[in-house]
């Protein structure tokens, strides 16, 4: 019988690569343990329910899926570009913001260019970087969150591509505008600088950065956004770029035609105008954030001040363990330990009584130890 090395064979930063570790899923769970009920604090999606509004464009989309779907997304790029003043030309669309991140990585980046993130950053930044065989290089972290002068002066003449999450998964930590605008001044302009803005929404207004309008003074600079966690559609995968023509021009030419599903374009131009879907979601968040910081105030838990859907709390050493009781209690949050977190437990803000569970959850966990 002949014998294929496929581990041989396969592309050197491929070989290295660790698979993208998912939150459990909820079913998975039940399965395995038998349990009636179970609650998902594991990635960051949202706890409303889909909107009304995209559950009927929706029933009424399914009529269309013998058709391919429309593969430069006219109708949705048209609504991003007003929502952001720019031209459509300057929008990317992608199969979730994971995509875009992939096509720019792809795009851009050949295996002798070096790639900037921070530790603790979002994984995807070193499994792109790795995956075309570039060199990652990654910034030690300045409390949980980027050190934006020790990401500049890490760039050197192989630095192609800087990843920065604002606010970042999974500390949840901001950088402000002022931090932003004297880093992406000091970074060479032959360096793009993606600035991706997943969690945005949940996110002051009044503290966001002006990061689309950045892109007049700053030629190198990308955003990306996602449908997935503030707008509750991180199941149908869509997000976006907001670029120079020229960049959105050079990432349409590998992105895979249909990349967006026609399910997905339809559902992202209908919860666009769903306003008060987004202000109920940033609503619900903050008060599940004061839960959940209470809760940790109340009980000694430091955790990490987060911007985003979710927590990073320090529960100690025994992180795993935590996790595990967690499980068998019915509730999945998520162990960061693959982070540089071992002990920290990220758990994403759920309805009041979802945070509850897990708040209850906890309480049980510790008196049974004492
Ligand atoms: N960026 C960050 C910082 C994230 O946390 C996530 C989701 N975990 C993404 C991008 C990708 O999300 P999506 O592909 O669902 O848009």
Redesign the pocket.
Known sequence: MSVFDAKAAANPGVRQLQPYQAGKPMDELQRELGLAKVIKLA??ENPLGLSGKVRTALQAEVEELIRYPDANGFYLKSKLAALHQVQPQQITLGN????V?EILARTFVSAADEVIYSQHA?V?YPLVTQAIGAKGVSVAARNYGHDLDAMAAAVSEKTKMIFV?NP??PTGTFLTTEALQSFLDKVPSRVLVVL?E??SEYVPENERAPSVAWLHDYPNLVV?R???KAYGL?GL?A?YAVSSVEIADLMNRIRQPFNVNSLSLKAAEVILDDHEYLQKAVRVNQQGMQQLTEFCQQNGYNYIPSYGNFLTIEVGPDAGEIYQKLLHQGVIVRPVGGYGLPNHLRVSIGLPEENQAFIDAMNRIASAKN
């Open positions: 990635s960051n979730g913001s994971n995509d991140l979002f995807v999450a970042n998964n991706d997943a969690y990306s996602t449908f997935s991180a995968r997000g």
